[in-house]
């Protein structure tokens, strides 16, 4: 338990500071901002008190905030995104995968379950974000085109890294 | 009463992640800047002191295009030594003559974090409310502009780049004082676009497009740019225009704030007119 509780801080501190120091200075074009914070909300485990899992959401989106001099902006987005969450868990896990504390991650679940979930998830937080940010329909579909090349990014570096980091689970 | 509290503890997931939904809201749009500043103070001293000590290493690794830079800001400096304007280091200076009385003086600074990818980007530079930066004054490298100051903590200060789409810029045509508004579309961080210039002022590409005199924030005839390209359409009353900017956002490093020291006696005459150029 107690470990488990470290390895999340670990990780949380890792996913964010490669979000920081290595994604943000990517800076491929206006259009490619991928967002790879929110895999820290992603992988929690599927067990997870719902309230649990809203409230480091916005912590979460808190610390992106800070750190982009952007108050609210990605709170609003990482929350939404932790809560809608939950419902999408009860909704594609069995009940097997609530009873132990099992990470939605590739080889607990799967590829194709894993790339679906993330895609989702990452459509709702970018969406809500790139249109949050501008905060008007004027650049309607300048924006769209910014929300799909970002999440297309964000979701071939979080697969990267599943497949990279993960795939030891299987032999255990 | 009971039916209450069984609502509240039924759903206490959702009353949770809307009170919390709505605090971020109030707080990315209720906010004024005042309020955005003292967020900012009491988080951004955590992430401008990491962003500092990131950069003090990854500095080393432009050590040398730096060194280049300065050695060309230093022969073009000392060219124009004549009217000293600028210095090395921090120091402001003042000039004394009984015939101009300084209006402008300059604080140099560093860049400690900068973005030039996102929609709405912003800078943080290394010098602070001690050094005597006050949000809404104008920033410009030795090239051209580069944003505005918004918020201010005690060693580090935030600032509205020009590519960012609360920003704009009060400029105008250096050949004929054709006034226009920098605003950047959040297409291309080396273009921006000039909007609100009348149609029947002639334009040209190349022509140079420098900030007005009434910009509070900036001198006037600060290079910003130059015309890449122009179009008029039918039934429009302003001209299109792309404008090529002179300030290299991606490889910004030394960068000067700009104190105007008239500009509270300008703003009470102008009846406290807050204005964002």
Known sequence: ?172 | MRNLIFFFYKYYTFILFFLLELFSFVILYQYNNYQRASFLNFTGGVASGFYESVNSTTNYFGLRNINDSLLAENARLRAQMLNAYYQSGFTQTYINDTMYKQQYEYISANVVNNSITKRNNYITIDKGAIHGIEPDMGVITSNGVVGIVTSVSKHFATIRSALNGNTKISCMLKKNNAFGSLEWNGDDPKFSSLKYVNKHVPIATNDEVVTSNYSKLFPQGIPVGRIYSHSLEAGDNFHNIKVELYTDFSTLKNVYVIRNMMKLEQQTLEGNLKGDN
């Not at chain 1, 309607?140 to 910014?146: D, I, M, V």
Request: hydrophobic share 55%; aromatic share 16%; charged share 10%.
């Open chain 1, 1 to 172: 338990m107690i470990i488990d509780f470290i390895l999340n801080i670990v990780k949380f501190l890792l996913i964010l500071l490669i979000q920081l120091l290595v994604i943000n200075n990517i800076e491929l074009s206006t259009y490619v901002n991928p967002y790879i914070y929110i895999l820290f909300i992603l992988s929690l485990p599927v067990s997870m008190k719902p309230w649990m899992v809203v409230l480091l959401s916005f912590f979460t989106g808190m610390v992106m905030d800070t750190f982009s001099s952007t108050p609210g902006l990605h709170m609003a987005a990482t929350g939404l995104m932790g809560y809608l969450r939950n419902f999408y868990l009860q909704f594609a896990c069995s009940k097997e995968d609530f009873d132990g504390r099992i990470e939605p991650t590739v080889s607990r679940k799967g590829l194709v379950w894993f790339l679906v979930y993330v895609i989702i998830m990452t459509l709702i937080h970018h969406v809500f974000l790139f249109y949050l940010e501008i905060y008007s329909f004027q650049e309607f579909f300048r924006t769209l085109f910014r929300v799909l090349s970002s999440a297309l990014f964000t979701v071939i570096i979080i697969g990267l890294g599943q497949l990279l980091f993960y795939r030891s689970n299987n032999q255990r």
